[in-house]
């Protein structure tokens, strides 16, 4: 073992209460006492782990500083997939930050031009909800959820898939909480506090599983934190601070039963932190000496008040190792490395310590199928986390046998489970998540229950059908058109199984709902406003009460198979879901005023076309909407309408109408718009591009262009245009991003989808104004904030419009060229940007070949 006190890891003197290290290894992060706020600071590991670095004044030690904290940080923490930090403090608040990439280095306020950001960090989500003191944060296993405790005795579980979204909050503590542990699969979570007990919570309905008190009874002093963890094998849990025999201890409490015999014991002082590794081991084998069977062991570190560490093996009943006197002061946090051999260790007293064992000190780490098959015996077959929107957001079935088989297979298995089964753990695991501590197959049976049912004259039973959430995939689907989902008062879902619920529902009270679970990360929606008896002035019309617009082209000859028959009074709409086509299935939903944003109420258009969704932002009330099978149109209070394709992308500009809409329509690529002025105009929208109104190019005021945030996609060797029509008309208006940098607490997804807007109608200005060079500047850039946000729907539409047909043929009405550039040369040029996210390898393939084989013909 190697011990190493890097000096240069400091907080100008003052404490460092937690440190984590990055899941990659090659960065850590420490949090504390700043000199007026608190400090949250990103380190290079290399000069820690290599003298020669350490020793090379070209590699840069600290990486990035941020001070928005307004008081102490008391803990730091990266999430499992490494693209999040979260921090707590003592400003009562939760703070996630992520990496701002291709932003150059910045100087930290205040200090010398050495020290430098080599690294920009950026917040993104500010989670308030707390009253006190935040001590600890925690990210579940899959990073499903952010746990956060404090000294107002609750722990607040965050939707990190939505967030600021909160799932629950857990009461039950009398005293402040200071630590939590999440078991290895996110079945549990542990908290422990200073009113002497440690609680267990059931993550499936988030109900107190075990209340452990006897270990801590004794308990006198407090300890400033209580972090406690879970081994990664499931089987113990071990707590800070306990008392044995009036000496402290470190309690392990095992999984079995909750039962309590066994501690860590010697430290001379109450421990504050246990933290284990990740890695489970096995006997290392001598060199020529046969295998024997060993049983698997786990390796676990306890910090303490006495200033001193041990680090325990379970398969030995003495520490492997003490160091007395590390510190001046209180062990306050520590962090390992993944691979199971380094760890950090930081003080009250401003320093941190890096120890380095060998594998032959600690054993061999079991591979991934070891320790699955570990956990198998353990929570039974299903590896996922049983019962939670996790297993539910990966289980998204689309063979319609494949689904027919899941539902016979969880028939079979609740027939199976009597009062004499066994353990819930150890059967078939049942997808059935809870919604507020109410499951879904409850929710089903009070639906049932309020089943409208009449009788006709003759004597036969009507039953008004209701729409039931199918348990097994989380969709959402009407069983008939414009029939609504109904859900008990106050409830509220999770965007894995409601990208689209939009506000709640009061008994009797229609709520629209989503219908598919969101396949695309970037589709996320802003959390539900919570207005109940929202009053919509959108008026459904059936099908058959208004003819399609046949007249308007002699080809349509068959009765269209959309529903176009929409139409609203001037007011604005809110949280209605129409269905504006059969065939494909196109759902369409209005939320106005879900943020405000620069003096500005943001609203939000969603859509669902089987079943993929999507959404984008309007800087304005929408006052009324309609759709057809490939377009939709919406018309806002500011007298703007907007056309978007079938995917979300806007096909032009903003047209300034005369006066406010009265009604829309759509049929095919026809809209139609009635305004109060009493004007009527058709526009053919998407093959040709004939505007008979005036488009709005440039805005000053507008919230979409002041708060879009592209920095990051801007193309390194490409000067910014400058010259072109467009950039002369938006001249210095177009200071994109110059309130995004105040915007630091606007949720990501806000952020995102206001980049988007912007973005979008960028490309389709450019076309209104046949500038050629810019289209081609802001294509590249919306091509890379695509693939940097991960958004596979939008960009697949994209691809497919660039390379057109494959073969031709004369109903095609595909241009190969725009504004005299060739679209599949721009194709060629796109695809190396969509190449920098393996996630899209498959994208990337697929038209890499198709250009080949067009070149080739």
């Given at each position: ?374 956990h198998q015996n353990i929570y039974g077959k299903s590896l996922a986390i049983t019962s939670t929107e996790a297993q539910l957001s990966t289980t998204i079935i689309e063979n319609p046998e494949i689904l027919k088989y899941q539902q016979e297979r969880q028939n079979s298995a609740q027939a199976n489970s009597g009062p004499g089964a066994a353990a819930p753990e150890s059967s078939a695991p049942k997808l059935n998540s809870v919604m507020n501590g109410e499951s879904l197959e ?416």
């Amino acid at each position: 073992m190697k011990l190493l006190k890097p000096s240069w890891v400091s907080h100008n003197g003052k404490p460092i209460f937690s440190v984590d290290i990055h899941p990659d290894g090659t960065k850590f992060a420490t949090g504390g006492q700043g000199e007026d706020s608190g400090k949250v600071m990103i380190w290079n590991m290399a000069p820690v782990l290599r003298e020669e670095d350490e020793k090379n004044e070209n590699i840069s030690k600290m990486l990035c500083q941020m001070d928005n904290h307004l008081a102490c940080v008391n803990c730091v923490r990266w999430s499992n997939n490494g693209l999040y930090l979260a921090s707590g403090g003592d400003d009562k608040l939760v703070m996630v930050w992520k990496r701002a990439a291709f932003i150059g280095p910045s100087t930290v306020f205040g200090s010398s031009s050495k020290l430098a950001n080599v690294e920009q960090w950026r917040c993104v989500t500010i989670l308030r909800n707390h009253t006190g003191d935040v001590m600890d944060v925690a990210w579940s296993p899959r990073d499903v959820w952010l746990a956060s405790c404090s000294v107002d005795n609750t722990i607040v579980i965050w939707n990190a898939r939505k967030f600021p979204e909160m799932i629950t909050t857990l009461r039950g503590h009398t005293g402040l909480v200071k630590g939590l542990t999440w078991d290895p699969v996110g079945k549990y979570i542990a908290s422990q506090a200073d009113d002497h007990s440690l609680k267990v919570w059931r993550t499936v309905d988030w109900q107190m599983d075990a209340n452990i008190t006897k270990p801590f009874s004794e308990c006198g002093g407090t300890t400033h934190v209580l972090r406690l963890s879970w081994s990664p094998d499931g089987q113990y849990l071990v707590s800070a601070h306990a008392m044995n025999n009036s000496g402290p201890t470190a309690q392990i409490v095992e999984r079995d039963g909750w039962k309590t015999n066994m501690d860590f014991v010697g430290h001379r002082k109450a421990v504050t932190v246990v933290k284990f590794n990740p890695k489970i081991f096995k006997k290392k084998q001598k060199n020529g000496s046969s295998p024997k069977p060993s049983c698997p062991y786990c390796c676990c570190a306890v910090g303490s008040k006495d200033r001193s560490l041990s680090v325990w093996l379970t398969s030995l009943k003495r520490p492997l190792v003490v160091i007395h006197d590390l510190f001046d002061k209180s062990i306050m946090d520590i962090s390992w490395t993944l691979t199971g051999l380094g760890m950090l260790v930081c003080s009250m007293d401003g320093t941190v310590a890096y120890l380095d064992f060998s594998l032959d000190e600690l054993g061999d780490p079991l591979n991934e199928e070891e320790k699955n098959s570990i956990h198998q015996n353990i929570y039974g077959k299903s590896l996922a986390i049983t019962s939670t929107e996790a297993q539910l957001s990966t289980t998204i079935i689309e063979n319609p046998e494949i689904l027919k088989y899941q539902q016979e297979r969880q028939n079979s298995a609740q027939a199976n489970s009597g009062p004499g089964a066994a353990a819930p753990e150890s059967s078939a695991p049942k997808l059935n998540s809870v919604m507020n501590g109410e499951s879904l197959e409850d929710i089903r049976k009070n639906l049932l229950k309020k089943q409208v049912e009449t009788r006709t004259a003759d004597g036969r039973r009507r039953i008004t059908p209701l729409c039931i959430a199918q348990l097994d995939t989380g969709d959402f689907s009407p069983a008939l058109f414009n029939s609504v989902p109904i859900l008990p008062s106050g409830s509220s879902m999770s965007s894995q199984l409601t990208p689209q619920l939009s506000s709640d529902s009061s008994p009797g009270q229609a709520s629209s709902m989503g219908l598919k679970p969101t396949h695309d990360p970037m589709l996320t929606s802003p959390p539900p406003n919570n207005t109940a008896n929202v009053k919509s002035s959108l008026l459904l019309t059936s099908a058959s009460k208004i003819e399609p617009m046949k007249a308007l082209d002699s080809r349509f000859t068959e009765r269209s198979k959309a529903t176009p028959g929409v139409t609203a009074t001037a007011s604005p709409l809110n949280s209605n879901s129409i269905q504006v086509s059969m065939e494909p299935s196109v759902f369409l939903e209005v939320e106005n005023e879900v943020s405000m944003v620069a003096g500005s109420k943001l609203s939000q258009l969603r859509c669902s076309r089987d079943g993929r969704d999507w959404n984008t932002l309007l800087p304005s009330s929408v006052v009324v909407a309609a759709g057809s099978s490939d377009i939709l149109a919406v018309a806002c209070e500011d007298r703007m309408l907007s056309v978007f394709s079938s995917c979300g992308r806007r096909l032009l500009p903003a047209i300034q109408l005369g006066t406010p809409a009265s009604a829309l329509h759509c049929s095919a690529h026809y809209v139609m718009v009635l305004t109060a002025g009493a004007t009527l105009s058709v526009h053919w929208t998407v093959q040709r591009e004939i505007v008979l109104l005036q488009t709005l190019i440039a805005d000053k005021s507008d919230s979409l262009v002041q708060c879009a945030d592209f920095r990051s996609c801007l193309p390194s060797h490409d000067t910014p245009v400058s010259s072109g029509p467009l950039a002369v008309m938006q001249g210095r208006n177009l200071n994109a991003g110059r309130l995004a940098s105040r915007l630091s607490s606007t949720p990501h997804h806000l952020q995102q989808s206001m980049t988007l807007a912007f973005l979008e109608n960028q490309l389709a200005s450019a076309l209104t104004l046949q500038s050629a060079q810019e289209y081609r500047y802001w294509l590249l850039i919306y091509a890379r904030f695509l693939v940097n946000e991960g958004s596979e729907y939008r960009l697949r539409e994209l691809c497919k419009e660039l390379l057109g047909p494959v073969h031709k043929s004369a109903a095609t009405s595909w241009e190969p060229t725009t504004l005299g550039l060739r679209k599949r040369e721009l194709l060629r040029e796109v695809l190396p940007v969509i190449g920098e996210n393996l996630r899209f390898q498959r994208l990337f393939t697929e038209y890499q070949d198709q250009l080949e084989l067009l070149r080739n013909k």
